[in-house]
């Protein structure tokens, strides 16, 4: 299972119908949070989406996109929680997000780490342990001051087990076709298929469509662009360090992802984004913009 639920989709400041950035991605039981805006507690109460979380990761420092930490960490302060957190971000993580702690909070009872990443790290190790499974990595985005995306990327599964293969190779039925399954005993060639590909997921944060973003999603399952403009604001999306929903579209065909969902919408979007999504789909038909709540499944492609 690799779910994402969006928990705010506006950009800059919250609506009546969308609250600023945040998204949480499920995947194995474990929790994951991508930016904390303003409310993003709230929202998390509200989505179901489980506050027994080891990391949050950051993309930059403007303020719709990490207030929502300071309330966050007292409620988590609240409930007694011991296990320390780990703060993720750009150059400048650790100034910022460590004069936010001290706001409110006379101390926290449990241990916060924040901890500076860079574009090109590969974030194999939790602050926990290693990572079950996949990676988080590190790519440069565009949008002034270091801004950067995250993708989350699954190892290779094993091939399939081919049944018809196994008889026709002689192998008895029973014990011995799990363990080769499983890889604790070689099998004769071809019983077990070529490796599978996992699932890549990969989140830019407030950016220009850039270059950086089309590698870093090359083949993705998802990937999650902002667009915070439609085409009749397109010099407003240049000066501003957004894009427009046709740009984060012709990135997404540029990547060859699988879909496309954007957010991170100006309020004038709020209560409809047909237009943006209309503009995207002239370019990429598999896109579509998230509202508040919308849970997102990504399936293995086999
Ligand atoms: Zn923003
Ligand atoms: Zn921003």
């Known amino acids: 299972m690799l779910t994402v639920t969006f928990l705010g989709t506006s950009a800059a400041r919250p609506t009546v119908e969308r609250n600023v950035s945040g998204l949480s991605l499920q995947r194995e039981g474990e929790t994951l949070l991508f930016e904390c805006g303003e409310g993003t507690q709230r929202q998390m109460m509200r989505y179901g989406v489980s506050f027994a979380l080891s990391e949050i990761f950051f993309t930059h420092f ?41 706001l ?57 087990f081919d049944v018809e293969k196994a008889k026709a190779a002689g192998i008895p039925e029973g014990p011995l076709w799990g363990k080769i399954a499983k890889g604790e005993m070689a099998g004769p060639e071809g019983v077990v298929g070529p490796a599978r590909p996992g699932r890549l ?31 009749e604001e397109k010099e407003r999306a240049k000066e501003t360090g957004h894009s427009t929903a046709k740009e984060a579209a012709q990135v997404a065909l540029a990547a060859g992802v699988k879909k496309l969902m954007m957010c991170h919408v100006s309020a004038r979007y709020s ?32």
């Open 62 to 102: 403007h303020a719709d996109h990490f207030l929502g930490v300071i309330g966050l960490i007292r409620t988590l302060g609240l409930q007694g929680r011991p296990e320390p957190l780990f703060l993720y971000g750009p150059k400048g993580a650790k100034k910022v997000l460590g004069e936010a702690m001290k």
């Open 104 to 160: 409110g909070v006379e101390r926290v009872p449990f241990p916060v780490e924040i901890r500076e990443v860079k574009p090109g790290d590969g974030m194999r190790d939790a602050g926990y342990g290693v990572r079950p499974g996949y990676e988080i990595s590190v790519f440069p985005t565009e949008h002034g001051g270091g801004s950067v995306g995250y993708a989350l990327r699954e190892f290779e599964r094993r091939g399939r």
């Open 201 to 231: 997921v990969v989140f830019t944060g407030d950016t220009r469509p850039t270059a950086s973003v089309v590698d870093a999603a090359k083949g993705a399952d998802l990937l999650i662009h902002e667009a915070t403009f439609g085409e």
């Open 271 to 302: 209560t409809s984004a047909d237009e943006l999504v209309k503009e995207a789909r002239e370019v990429f038909p598999n896109a579509g913009v998230a509202k508040d709540g919308m849970e997102v499944d990504v399936p293995f492609s086999d």
